[in-house]
């Protein structure tokens, strides 16, 4: 059965029309059978691959310019892209790793962030954060890797992972990685998350919900201060 | 199993007949009665469509669903409804207002420099939840103080968790944390608690929910995250330590009135202050539902409060217009 509606599949299908312009390759990364013991510090199944699967497939099906391309996370790729963790999302514009991370389902509210992740990313529009924030982001001189724990019932979550998205397409340094709680409890007790959107810059912890575009960059980067040089 | 969320679309134009300021119940329903009669109308949301009823799992007191729905499902069909009829949604939040003019400003946080104009403006920026004011709280927000339950619920799996308050809000969000916590105790100030019959009935008769009555939290403590509060009896005077994982903090609202404070009258609560057409003291401003002083706070009213509003700013509109 289909995860999407056909109502939604039909509004996306139309938006998809208008806005893609440029290709989205959605890199997937799961397991093919969900009895497997997996290598990753958490789930000991996977609970969510067939679903994420069969979600990219769908979203594949409704526009030309979407492809879907599945992986096992014992393949190469896994390692080329750094995953650490299943089901995992790597969108990728022509071709090019922007630096943006899905763990988990993308479903509930993040799903619709997810669509405007593709749609922006697509447009080839660049990140679209203020020049102020650009700024701060230049400074950048080592690779930071941003989580974003959140769950799919939470309405504020999709606004600081689309942040954090922005951060990781308007810079080169930086990795985006959206984390869905419930699927990694290990992780998310590791990072103490008690609430969401809670966000860790390089396995530190930064702060707590969906601050606005400023704050965001800021506390992202205050987060990782002593580690981060001038460049000049 | 899943359910999936869509969101908004991108504004091309920057002038309308009437902006809507706020995405709940209340600014929905104005959408769909604006959309209507035709008039050209935005409405602007900082995070998700449906405002507080995103924030709790079933609406089961608003008639016509006869079965409980689900919030996030009735904030998707308000918005659709109110798309159908022509209302644009853009998600962005507005950072400042000018109304006082015939010619109102909206300031958006993404396009800092030119605002968006319009005839009309409905003030639909709801409520949020009050904080306790103990020591403690602030510290440990984000670290096992909540004020959101289906944010954060699911992150205490198997845990024991404490919630203040004994009105509707915090009953239905024991019911929703039982879900997942092992056990739950209502902290309430009163000896008994103030929700609806129905609802005191089902946690009542759920064998998760505890009560503590006549109690009050006094401070929240811990280390990394919280691990204890002070609670304290008001009968005896006595407060002890109560060892658990987490707060959930249901106390009541204050408006969102921080944009327009210094625009529109409010009352001492900080409430705006309307008439029965949704008016506020300013020509072309209206407010609508849990922003506005009154009496009961539920989606019922806020709905008709936005339908309100929308008719009379249609009326204002029309009456003077200089198309
Ligand atoms: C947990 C809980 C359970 C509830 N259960 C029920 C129930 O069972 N039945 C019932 O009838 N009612 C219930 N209510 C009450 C009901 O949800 C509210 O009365 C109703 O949502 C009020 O609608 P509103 O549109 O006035 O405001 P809100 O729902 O608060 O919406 C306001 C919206 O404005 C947005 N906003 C605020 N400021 C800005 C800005 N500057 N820029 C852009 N957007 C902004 C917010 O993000 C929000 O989405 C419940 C409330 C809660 C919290």
Known sequence: MALLSKEDSE??????????VRKITLVYFGKESSDLVLPTEDSTECRYCEATHQLMEELAGLSENIEANAFDIDDEEAEKYGIRMIPAIVPLVEGEDKGI???GIPSGYEFGGMIETIIQLSSGEGSRLSSES?????KLSIPISIDVFITPTCPYCPTAVMTAHRMAMASEYVTSNMIEANEFPVLSTQNNVYSVPHITVNGRYAFVGALPEREFVEGVLNAVMDTIRDKD | MFDFRLTGERIQDNRFDVVIIGGGPAGLSAAIYAGRARLK???????????QITLTEYIENYPGFEEPILGTTLAEKMEKQAQRFGAKIHYAEVTSVKLKDDEKKIYISDENDNPITS??????????????????????TGKGVSYCGPCDAPLFKDKYVIVVGGGDTAI????????????VSVVHRRNKLRATAILQERAMANPKIDFIFNSVVREIKGDAKVESVIIENLKEGKGKEVKCDGIFIFVGLEPETGLIKNEVECNDNGFVLTNEDMETNVKGV???????AKSLRQVVTAVSDGAIA????????????PR
Request: net charge positive; no cysteine.
């Open chain 2, 41 to 51: 109308t935005l409405l602007l949301e900082k995070t998700a469509t449906g405002g």
């Open chain 2, 286 to 292: 209206y407010a609508v539902g849990d922003i506005r």
């Open chain 2, 172 to 183: 239905e969000e024991s019911l929703f944390l039982t879900k997942f916590a092992r056990r």
């Open chain 2, 119 to 140: 005839r009309a403006v409905i003030l639909a920026m709801g409520a949020s939840p009050r904080k306790l004011r103990v020591s403690g709280e602030e510290e440990f």
């Open chain 1, 134 to 138: 650009l700024d701060a982001l230049s």
């Open chain 2, 310 to 321: 929308a008719m009379s700013a249609y009326k204002y509109i029309t009456s003077n217009s």
């Open chain 1, 101 to 103: 991370r899905y763990y």
């Open chain 1, 11 to 20: 509004f996306l299908k139309n938006k998809f029309e208008e806005e893609l």
